[in-house]
């Protein structure tokens, strides 16, 4: 493990397994929103249409929902890794108190940020992430919807539902 990485987590602990439990929080937030946003999506096309006589027909008074409803539905996978981030803060900094790991000798250091860096560097940046890896699902799943999704389903406007949808407006 690069010594640059021991420097992000609490003295004495395990870099490398800090690191792999927050790309493995990432991953799992990743994974279960790709496939929501898949069952979402075929189940809103079936929805789309009506059986009578075992012969499928398009339902006229269907409506397709919005790509930014849709992306919505996975808001918590990826809140659930930013809960775990936050769980992860309270652990470091609850690290330093106890035992010999103590608190005090870490703010008498010279470097007054070194506490800091050692408590909030992992969790923000998991933090962040899951805030990017949510921006970049929800654009691609918004251009794989409006790729496969027939023109006449797509309502107007779903660029800017998907603007607010990420600004949180």
Not at 13 to 29: H, I, P, T, Y
Not at 71 to 86: D, G, I, K, N, S
Not at 149 to 156: C, I, K, L, S
């Amino acid at each position: 493990m690069p010594p640059e990485l021991e420097k992000l987590v609490p003295a004495g602990m395990d870099a490398r397994r800090e690191l792999g439990q927050v790309l493995c929080a990432l991953g799992a937030a990743l994974a279960a929103a790709v496939f929501c946003c898949l069952i979402v999506y075929v189940d809103a096309r079936s929805d789309m249409y009506i059986t009578r006589n075992g012969i499928r027909y398009l339902n006229p008074d269907a409506e397709f929902p919005c790509c930014a409803e849709m992306a919505a539905r996975c808001v918590p996978f990826f809140a659930a890794a930013a809960l775990l981030m936050l769980y992860k803060l309270a652990r470091y900094v609850a690290y330093h108190y106890q035992g010999s790991r103590s608190i005090y000798t870490m703010r008498r250091l010279p470097q007054r940020a070194e506490l800091l860096r050692r408590c909030l560097s992992l969790p923000l940046g998991g933090a962040l992430a899951c805030l990017l890896l949510f921006a970049a699902l929800t654009a691609l799943f918004c251009a794989v919807y409006l790729a496969v999704t027939p023109a006449d389903w797509v309502r107007p406007g779903q660029w800017e539902a998907v603007s607010r949808l990420l600004l949180g407006r």
